[in-house]
């Protein structure tokens, strides 16, 4: 079956640790996407990367990092320097298709990130 | 960015019952989705939709663009309707900015 998966589905951080969140897609799209959702508001973007070995910060990057080497694989390092990571992590991934943008986000099941 | 208000923030619905979700939105857009998240957090896109009209199913949608607004119909709700509603959007970018979203109920 096509689609996004997220692994691991909860992780626990301790004061101090980098932990890494897995985003993987096999839709064949060139664009992917992570989001924080903290609870009972909306999505905020982290990172995205438009086609691989680039990315650009989003609204929230600090205290994240991401890389793509592989366009199926994008992941998220929350760093010890995010203060506050505890939150429910999205990705997504779309097809690019030109200059008009206009290309529907597919989302995984997401990571639920809490901190000890 | 573009800023996306939703309203109204919480909805309950008798089951079978009517409703309409707004988003309003600050600039020009040239891509506007709805998502709908269940219970469990999964997001699913229920439309792609920068202007016109769509539907599928029970639930359609209608963006103007040039008075920065769009509506999301729910008719005849189900309680498999309850989650919440997201209207993101996005200018010139793959990237989308969402709103807060609206919290739907639905009673048997």
């Known amino acids: 079956d096509g689609g996004i998966t997220q692994s691991p589905k909860y992780l626990f951080r301790k004061e101090g640790q980098n932990v890494t969140l897995s985003c993987e897609q096999n839709?064949?799209?060139?664009?992917m996407y992570w989001y924080r959702q903290d609870p009972g508001q909306g999505l905020r973007l982290i990172y995205y990367s438009q086609i691989v070995n680039d990315f650009q910060k989003g609204d929230i990057a600090e205290g994240y990092s991401v890389s793509r080497e592989k366009k199926e694989s994008f992941p998220l390092t929350v760093t010890s320097a995010q203060k506050n990571p505890t939150a429910f992590y999205l990705c997504?991934?779309?097809?690019?298709?030109?200059?008009?943008?206009?290309?529907?986000?597919?989302f995984g099941p997401g990571t639920r990130l809490l901190v000890l | 960015g573009i800023q996306v208000e939703q309203s109204p923030p919480d909805l309950i619905l008798q089951e079978g019952a009517n409703s309409t979700l707004r988003c309003n939105f600050s600039d020009s857009v040239n891509n506007l989705q709805w998502f709908h998240q269940n219970p469990w957090g999964q997001l699913i896109n229920l439309f792609y939709i920068p202007s016109g009209t769509k539907q599928n199913g029970r639930l359609s949608a209608t963006t103007v663009a040039t008075e920065r607004y769009s509506l999301l119909y729910i008719s005849s709700s189900q309680t498999t309707d309850s989650g919440v509603y997201f209207c993101?959007?996005?200018?010139?970018?793959?990237?989308?900015?969402f709103g807060a979203g609206t919290t739907v109920t639905v009673r048997a």
């Open positions: 993101a959007v996005g200018f010139n970018d793959y990237k989308l900015s």
């Open positions: 997504a991934s779309s097809m690019t298709s030109g200059d008009d943008f206009q290309e529907t986000q597919y």
């Open positions: 839709l064949n799209h060139d664009a």
